[in-house]
C-alpha cells in the first residue's frame, strides 16, 4: 500500500532528505496519540529500537491531570517512565506534514520490558490472539463521524465554546451539493489519508448540519483501530490547516443529533467470512449468531468502553439514529445491533451505540471478548426486532449514565475473566475520576436555571 515504509526504505528517504522527522506515537485510553517528535537521523540511528515516556500518559484524562487511585501509577510511585516501542510494520509517511512519517509504539514496563496490560493496543492484541487461538481472525471497520465548525480551535476557545458556527446550513445527509462546498477540507483529508497508507473509503455528508463521515476499508482489528486513531488525529490537523475545527464529540448540542462511532464485524477462517452460512435464511453462521449473542448481551458490561465521557450518554435519545436499546435487528436502524450483508458474504453485525468519542482498541477489544464468550458458551441469539425499537418496552436499555456504565463496569465478572482485574479496576478508576470531576462543576445550565428563580 502506498504511504507504508519498510524500516529500510524509511532510512533510503531519510538519506535522501525526503524525511526528517519521525514522529514516534501511542494511542493513549482516550484513544489520543501521544509521543515524541524525532530528527529522523536520530530515529533511524537509535530510537526505532525503543524511546521513553512518562507512565502518567495512561492514567490522565483529558486535561492531563494527576488522579489518584490508580494502582500502575501514582505520586507515591513517583510517576516513573515507560518504553515505548516501536512497532516498525507501522512507519507510514504523513503528507499533511512536511517530511514527516510517523511510527506506532507499544508500550512495556521500564524495568521488565513486559507489555504494560492496560495499555489500549496491548488490550486489543491480546483479544485477537486469543480469538486466532480459536482459529479466527476478526475483521473490522469503524465509521468516524464528526462535526466541522467554520472557526479554528483557537477562536472557539477564546470565544468560551459559544456561537459555534457549524460549516453547512442544513442537515447534509448524503448531500452532494453542500458536500461539493466542503471539499476544500474533506479532499485533502480523503486524500491525504489515502497516501498515508489508509484504505479509504468515502466520505459523505451525515444528518446535521456540518455533520460528516469517513469510512475506511474494513481490515483486520488492530490494524482498523490503528487507521481510525490515525484518521481522527489527521482530520482534526487538516482541519486546522484550513482554520477550521472538527470536532469528534459526541453531542455538542442538545437540539442537534450526536456522532456516532458504528462498529462493523466479521470472523473469518483461512481468509473465507466465518459469519455466512448460505443455507440459513439471512445467511448467518451459527457462529455469527452465537458471537451476536454474547456482543449483545454484554453491552451493560462494556457500555464504558462505547462511551467514556459524562457528554457520551446525551447521545442517546430516541429518534435521532442512535440507539437506546441493545437488541438486534435486519437492516433497521433504530436498534443498537444492525445486521448489514445479509444472506451475501460480506453478512456483519454493526453495533451502532458508540460514540464518535469511542477509543477504537477498547471498543473492538470489550466486543471481540464478549463475541468469543458467546461462542464459547454457545449462547443462544434471540430472534430479530422490528419496528421503532426506541419503543419497544421489552428490550434492554443502554446504561443512561456514565455513572451506571461505571457501576456495570466494575461489577463485571465477564470483563474480569477476559481482561484481567488489573484492567478492568484501572478504567473502573478511569470512569470514576471523569464523574467526579464532573459532579464537582457548577454548570451553566444550573446558574441560568436557578440564579433568580431558584
Ligand atoms: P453503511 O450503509 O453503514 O454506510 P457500508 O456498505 O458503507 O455501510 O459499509 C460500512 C463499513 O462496513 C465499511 O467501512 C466497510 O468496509 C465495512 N465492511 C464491509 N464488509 C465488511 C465485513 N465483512 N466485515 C466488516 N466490515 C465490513
Known amino acids: ?9 524509511l532510512k533510503k528517504a531519510v538519506k535522501d532528505g525526503s524525511i526528517d522527522t519521525v514522529l514516534t506515537c501511542f494511542p493513549d485510553m482516550q484513544g489520543r496519540l501521544m509521543g515524541k517528535r524525532f530528527h529522523a537521523v536520530n530515529f533511524i540511528e537509535s530510537a526505532f529500537k525503543e524511546t521513553h515516556c512518562c507512565n ?8 492531563m491531570a494527576t488522579p489518584d487511585g490508580y494502582a500502575a501509577t501514582s505520586w507515591e510511585k513517583g510517576y516513573g517512565d515507560y518504553v515505548m516501542a516501536p512497532d516498525l510494520t507501522t512507519i507510514r509517511v504523513l503528507p499533511w506534514l512536511e ?10 514496563d521500564h524495568h521488565s520490558h513486559e507489555p504494560v496490560p492496560h495499555a489500549p493496543r496491548q488490550i486489543l492484541k491480546v483479544q485477537v490472539e486469543k480469538l486466532a487461538a480459536m482459529g479466527y481472525d476478526a475483521m473490522m471497520a469503524t ?18 465554546f459559544r456561537e459555534l458556527v457549524p460549516v453547512s446550513g442544513y442537515n447534509e445527509d448524503y448531500h452532494i451539493l453542500q458536500t461539493t462546498k466542503e471539499e476544500g477540507v474533506m479532499r485533502p483529508i480523503r486524500n491525504l489519508l489515502f497516501d498515508a497508507g489508509l484504505p479509504i473509503e468515502n466520505s459523505k455528508g451525515e444528518a446535521e448540519t456540518g455533520q460528516e463521515e469517513l469510512n475506511i476499508r474494513y481490515c483486520d482489528a488492530l490494524a482498523c483501530a490503528d487507521h481510525h486513531t490515525i484518521a481522527k488525529h489527521a482530520i482534526k490537523e487538516i482541519a486546522w490547516q484550513h482554520g477550521q475545527a472538527a470536532s469528534f464529540l459526541p453531542k455538542w448540542h442538545h437540539d442537534k443529533v450526536g456522532s456516532s462511532s458504528h462498529v462493523h464485524q466479521s470472523l473469518w477462517q483461512d481468509g473465507e467470512p466465518a459469519f455466512y452460512d448460505k443455507h440459513d435464511p439471512l445467511g448467518m453462521s451459527d457462529l455469527m449468531k452465537h458471537y451476536m449473542a454474547g456482543v449483545i448481551a454484554y453491552v451493560p458490561d462494556y457500555t464504558f468502553f462505547l462511551a467514556p465521557y459524562i457528554n457520551s450518554y446525551k447521545r442517546f435519545a430516541k429518534g435521532t439514529f442512535a440507539p437506546t436499546k441493545t437488541v438486534w435487528s435486519v437492516d433497521n436502524r433504530t436498534a443498537g445491533f444492525r445486521l448489514c450483508g445479509d444472506g451475501t458474504k460480506g453478512v456483519r453485525v454493526e453495533c451502532r451505540i458508540g460514540g464518535s468519542d469511542l477509543n477504537p482498541y477498547l471498543a473492538q477489544a470489550a466486543m471481540l471478548a464478549a463475541g468469543m464468550k458467546g461462542i464459547t458458551d454457545k449462547m443462544e441469539l434471540a430472534p430479530p426486532t422490528t419496528g421503532d425499537v426506541y419503543v419497544d418496552s421489552k428490550a434492554q436499555n443502554i446504561p443512561r449514565t456514565l455513572r451506571d456504565a461505571t457501576t456495570t463496569l466494575r461489577g463485571s465478572s465477564f470483563l474480569r475473566e477476559a481482561f484481567g482485574d488489573v484492567v478492568v479496576d484501572h478504567y473502573t478508576r478511569c470512569a470514576e475520576w471523569e464523574q467526579e470531576e464532573f459532579d464537582r462543576i457548577v454548570t451553566d445550565w444550573e446558574i441560568a436555571r436557578g440564579f433568580e428563580r431558584a
Open 56 to 63: 502518567y500518559l495512561l492514567a490522565t484524562d483529558l486535561e
Open 99 to 108: 517530511g514527516t512519517a510517523m511510527v506506532l509504539c507499544d508500550i512495556l
Open 143 to 160: 465509521e468516524l463521524e464528526f462535526f466541522l465548525f467554520a472557526q479554528s480551535y483557537d477562536e472557539i476557545r477564546k470565544a468560551g
Open 1 to 9: 500500500m502506498r504511504g507504508i515504509l519498510t524500516f529500510d526504505a
